[in-house]
């Protein structure tokens, strides 16, 4: 079982920064991709960005490019978002997900939420105006 811990959220003002942080209790190099999601009040879960866990792809949302990075560090089982520029429409629970390796051949899969098999219990970040 996979077992996903997200940290880094907080309340931060427009235009402010943020890092969150998701760990991996297993984290399998050849065969995870790896998503963070937000779900804002009264609205779907959506996709936000992804990295293949064992190869250089990654993705992000239409809605955060310029503003927000994905990265990981292998070495340190960690996924990581850092999010630029916030704005109040950010705001929301993000969580990471775990699928498999192949969710990360296309945009679509990566950023699509039917597929992850495994959850974080998620972290809230809220930007004020």
């Known amino acids: 079982q996979v077992q996903l811990t997200e940290s880094g959220g907080g309340s931060v003002p427009a235009g402010g920064s943020l890092r969150l942080s998701c760990t991996s209790s297993?984290?399998?190099?050849?065969?995870?991709?790896m998503g963070w999601f937000r779900q804002s009040s009264g609205k779907e879960r959506e996709g936000v960005a992804a990295v293949s866990v064992g190869g250089p792809s990654t993705y992000l949302a239409d809605s955060v490019k310029g503003r927000f990075t994905v990265s990981k560090d292998n070495a340190k089982k960690t996924m990581y978002l850092q999010m630029d520029n916030l704005k109040p429409e950010d705001t929301a629970v993000y969580y990471c997900?775990?699928?498999?390796?192949?969710?990360?051949?296309?945009?679509?899969?990566?950023?699509?939420?039917?597929?992850?098999?495994?959850w974080g219990q998620g972290t809230q970040v809220t930007v004020s105006s």
């Open positions: 297993t984290y399998d190099l050849t065969s995870q991709c």
């Open positions: 997900a775990a699928g498999r390796w192949a969710l990360c051949q296309t945009t679509t899969r990566a950023l699509g939420t039917a597929d992850y098999a495994h």
